[in-house]
């Protein structure tokens, strides 16, 4: 039993970060961990999983948030594809709970509208027209 929490446990954390910032697939996790895939979704689907992982994704967002914002800030002036990471992992944020009611409207419109207009390479795709 202790080893099922501990796979748990560490899916839990793999959840929380954003998708492009996990260290290998899914099907990797399971294999590493001796699981099928369909324990992995099973067990990430829970409602009280879900719960958990939303709460630590919010609060890693929370206490990283003004530094990365800041840096991004800086960086975005020179490469706007590292504010596009970090506005994806908001909206990601935003579609797993209710975090609009805690953000304007206007401010996930204006997110979404940024991450639309730019292309993986980070150049905005009207300049590429």
């Given at each position: 039993m202790s080893e099922e929490i501990n796979w748990i446990d560490e899916m839990i954390?793999?959840?929380?970060?954003?998708?492009?910032?996990r260290v290998g697939t899914n099907a990797?996790?399971?294999?590493?961990?001796?699981?099928?895939?369909?324990n992995y979704y099973y067990h990430s689907s829970k409602p009280?999983?879900?719960a958990k992982i939303v709460e630590?994704?919010?609060?890693?967002?929370?206490?990283h948030a003004p530094e990365v914002l800041e840096?991004?800030?800086?960086?975005?002036?020179?490469?706007?594809?590292?504010?596009?990471?970090?506005?994806?992992?908001?909206l990601q944020l935003a579609e797993k709970t209710n975090v609009k009611v805690d953000l304007p409207t206007s401010?996930?419109?204006i997110i979404s509208g940024i991450t639309n207009k730019t292309t993986d390479?980070?150049?905005s795709k009207e300049d590429k027209e």
């Open positions: 954390e793999r959840e929380a970060l954003p998708k492009q910032l990797e996790f399971c294999q590493a961990h001796g699981i099928v895939d369909s009280e999983i879900k630590i994704a919010l609060n890693n967002a929370k206490r840096n991004l800030g800086e960086r975005a002036k020179e490469n706007s594809a590292d504010t596009k990471l970090y506005l994806q992992f908001i401010l996930i419109e390479s980070g150049v």
